[in-house]
C-alpha cells in the first residue's frame, strides 16, 4: 500500500470539471459588470479632449487678436455653440457634440492688458472645462502697419465681433 491513495484512478472527475466551468464564468461575469463603466469613462475622456481642443484654439485666437494694438477690443462676453470637428457652428460629422463656448475678455489698465476666460460645456457636463490666460498688446503684433509712421494703417477691427 506504499505510494498509494485513497484513488488509484488518474484524472478529472466530473465535479472537478463542474467546479472549474463555475469558476471560470464567475470571472468572466465579474469583467462583463465592469466593462460599461470603461465605455462610459473613455466616452467621457473623449468628449474632455475635443473640449480641450475647442478651448485651446479660441484661447490663442483670442490672444492672437488681442496682441494687435490696431484692433479695438470691448470687454464682453459671448457664447456660442461650436462642433468639435472644425469649431464652427456647423455640424459636419453625424456623431460630432455640440459644445458651448463662452469667452469673457476683460481689460486690466493701461498700457492695455486683458484677461481672457474660455469656458466649454457640453451636453451632460454643465460644469465643463475652463482656462483664463492674461495678454497684453506687443508691438510685433501690429498690423496692418503704415511703412513711413508704422502706425496702424487701415480702420481697426473690433475683436469681440471676432470671438
Known sequence: MTGQGLCTNRGFSMIDSV??????MI??????????????????TDL?????????????????L????????DTVTSTKTVYSE???????????KP?????????NGSPP????????TWPGNSTGIATRRNVMWQESARYPVSPDTFTCSAG????????
Open 19 to 24: 467546479m472549474a466551468l463555475c469558476m471560470l
Open 27 to 44: 470571472g468572466v461575469c465579474a469583467l462583463l459588470t465592469i466593462l460599461p463603466l470603461g465605455w462610459r469613462n473613455a466616452g467621457d
Open 48 to 64: 474632455r479632449s475635443r473640449a480641450a481642443d475647442v478651448m485651446h484654439a479660441q484661447l490663442e485666437r483670442a490672444q492672437q
Open 66 to 73: 488681442l496682441m494687435n494694438p490696431c484692433n479695438t477690443v
Open 86 to 96: 472644425d469649431f464652427t457652428a456647423i455640424r459636419t460629422n453625424a456623431g460630432d
Open 99 to 107: 459644445f458651448q463656448l463662452t469667452t469673457q475678455i476683460s481689460s
Open 113 to 120: 492688458v486683458f484677461t481672457v476666460i474660455v469656458t466649454v
Open 156 to 163: 481697426t477691427t473690433n475683436v469681440s465681433v471676432l470671438l
